[in-house]
């Protein structure tokens, strides 16, 4: 049953190790620092991240917990020297190995590294930069990228979620409209051919002209695109409400089911220990403490589970309940045919 929800939510994140290392790398390129190392048995070492000429020293705290835990329980210096951090996979190893740390969404040092990307998308006032890529199709095409972002109360993230608009790539010199998004069919051919050429080791050397030549089309292709957005975003957002206010009532629902049997199973104990004073006269002065304070506990939680059952359920309602939600650009990608490139 574990091993079925673990499948259920990786597909229902689109979670794919591969792509979260190469996530890894990338953040760790932003910081001017080396990618991680392939070791053996398919482990990876990190880069010197605390160390390094500007680094920031809260790093340090964050290395730390991929350090053995110290026996002493004091994590100083001499500490720091004597346990090294650990080289990370991102599989779980077949059995308890703590010489090795799995890398995963929830570990601290990944949503650190991960978080240059979450933070902020583009700038308007620094639209400099695109990611550019090559395959083997006819056809030029740019992929905006947008983020929707939903937040319940006290600005909770909710939701989030990359949107794409797909379009044909043509030189803005040669236009006489705006870039027009594709219909499905084109969207799903140009996502599928973005997908297989971003891996690592698939791109080729793109001639400094090409470069700039896009480089002076990313302000004006983000207009054309981003007035399409919005409405995508939309509906987006629509559709994650209506998915977040029904695993609010999925979860409501099951808590009152718990509390329900919960409150029959303590009924029933309680019937069964009416006369526990005669039934246990066995019993020494601790267990009869001990079942007398069992018994003034369920007595105690009955009193209280009515509002329970009203209270808890409302306020899950309310933890999924949607108050704001944003949509913006994060990233352009251009999809350049490489035999268009070649002859340049």
């Known amino acids: 049953m574990v091993e079925r929800q673990l499948n259920e939510s990786?597909?229902?994140?689109?979670?794919?190790?591969?792509?979260?290392?190469?996530?890894?790398?990338?953040?760790?390129?932003?910081?001017?620092?080396?990618?991680?190392?392939?070791?053996?048995?398919?482990?990876?070492?990190?880069?010197?991240?605390?160390?390094?000429?500007?680094?920031?020293?809260?790093?340090?705290?964050?290395?730390?917990?991929?350090?053995?835990?110290p026996e002493s329980g004091k994590r100083d210096y001499q500490w720091r020297r004597d346990c090294p951090i650990r080289p990370v996979t991102f599989?779980?190893?077949?059995?308890?190995?703590?010489?090795?740390?799995?890398?995963?969404?929830?570990?601290?040092?990944?949503?650190?590294?991960?978080?240059?990307?979450?933070?902020?998308?583009?700038?308007?006032?620094?639209?400099?930069?695109?990611?550019?890529?090559?395959?083997?199709?006819?056809?030029?095409?740019?992929?905006?990228?947008?983020?929707?972002?939903?937040?319940?109360?006290?600005?909770?993230?909710?939701?989030?979620?990359?949107?794409?608009?797909?379009?044909?790539?043509?030189?803005?010199?040669?236009?006489?409209?705006?870039?027009?998004?594709?219909?499905?069919?084109?969207?799903?051919?140009?996502?599928e051919l973005l997908q297989q050429n971003l891996g690592p080791g698939l791109q080729r050397e793109v001639p400094a002209a090409v470069r700039e030549r896009l480089t002076a089309a990313i302000r004006g292709d983000v207009d054309d695109l981003h007035a399409h957005l919005h409405p995508r975003g939309e509906d987006a957002s629509a559709d994650a409400v209506k998915k977040l206010k029904a695993r609010g009532e999925a979860e409501a629902s099951e808590l009152i089911r718990i509390l329900q049997e919960q409150r029959k199973r303590v009924i029933t104990e309680l019937a069964k220990n009416k006369d526990w004073q005669q039934l246990e006269l066995g019993l020494n002065d601790d267990e009869q403490k001990q079942r007398e304070?069992?018994?003034?506990?369920?007595?105690?939680?009955?009193?209280?589970?009515?509002?329970?059952?009203?209270?808890e359920p409302d306020r899950i309602r309310e933890f999924y309940s949607v108050k704001s939600h944003r949509i913006e650009p994060v990233g352009l990608v251009y999809l350049m045919p490489l035999q268009a490139i070649e002859q340049k």
Request: some cysteine.
């Open 10 to 69: 990786r597909k229902a994140i689109h979670f794919d190790s591969p792509m979260l290392q190469d996530a890894i790398s990338c953040s760790l390129k932003l910081l001017d620092v080396e990618a991680l190392k392939p070791a053996d048995n398919g482990h990876f070492t990190l880069p010197d991240l605390e160390s390094r000429r500007g680094a920031d020293p809260k790093w340090a705290a964050t290395l730390d917990t991929l350090r053995p835990p």
């Open 91 to 191: 599989d779980a190893p077949d059995g308890i190995d703590d010489s090795v740390v799995q890398l995963h969404l929830s570990l601290r040092l990944v949503q650190r590294l991960l978080g240059r990307f979450t933070s902020q998308g583009f700038v308007y006032d620094d639209l400099s930069r695109a990611c550019l890529a090559t395959s083997d199709d006819s056809i030029p095409r740019v992929v905006l990228l947008g983020r929707i972002s939903v937040y319940g109360p006290h600005a909770s993230r909710l939701h989030e979620e990359v949107i794409t608009i797909t379009a044909r790539w043509t030189p803005p010199e040669g236009r006489t409209k705006p870039l027009a998004p594709f219909a499905r069919d084109g969207e799903q051919r140009t996502m």
């Open 293 to 311: 304070s069992d018994i003034k506990h369920w007595e105690s939680w009955l009193t209280n589970v009515d509002g329970d059952l009203q209270r």
